[in-house]
């Protein structure tokens, strides 16, 4: 009986220490991403993103975006500060995390999505879903 009991003791820890360490990486991802972006540092942000979301959204971002936006509109919109607000681990694969940005201008709430491939938290594609009032008081 007690040999039963130590091995379910022992498995829950493992699983218990399995989900806080993907709640750590999942974190250290979207933070590096979400703060790469938004102070239009792209290359920091490519190492937490998808292939997909490089070759796509990073590149659009780097290659149009950026070159078109005049020194002041960057200086005034920087530097930018992210708070993660909520992690929520969706599958063994998939998870959301609601942040707040906060810039010189303001700030908003969003969520960005992260996959799990080879053992790695990255974000897949910068889509942002604006979150509802009662969300943001929650």
């Not at 220490?17 to 979207?30: G, N, T, V």
């Not at 969520?111 to 969300?135: F, G, N």
Request: with cysteine; hydrophobic share 35%.
């Amino acid at each position: 009986m007690n040999r039963i009991l130590l091995i379910l003791i022992s498995l829950l820890t493992m699983l218990l220490s399995a989900c806080a360490s993907d709640e750590k990486k999942i974190r250290h991802s979207a933070e590096g991403f979400l703060v790469g972006v938004a102070n239009y540092r792209i290359e920091e942000a490519r190492p937490y993103a998808t292939p997909k979301t490089r070759c796509t959204t990073l590149d659009f971002i780097e290659k149009t975006i950026i070159p078109t936006l005049p020194d002041e509109v960057i200086q005034q919109t920087t530097p930018v500060t992210i708070k993660l607000e909520r992690i929520n681990l969706t599958t063994d694969t998939t998870a959301t995390v609601d942040y707040t940005q906060t810039n010189p201008n303001g700030c908003t709430s969003n969520q960005i999505k992260l996959v799990k491939r080879q053992r790695k938290w990255q974000v897949e594609l910068l889509t942002t879903i604006p979150l509802s009032s009662d969300q943001q008081n929650n």
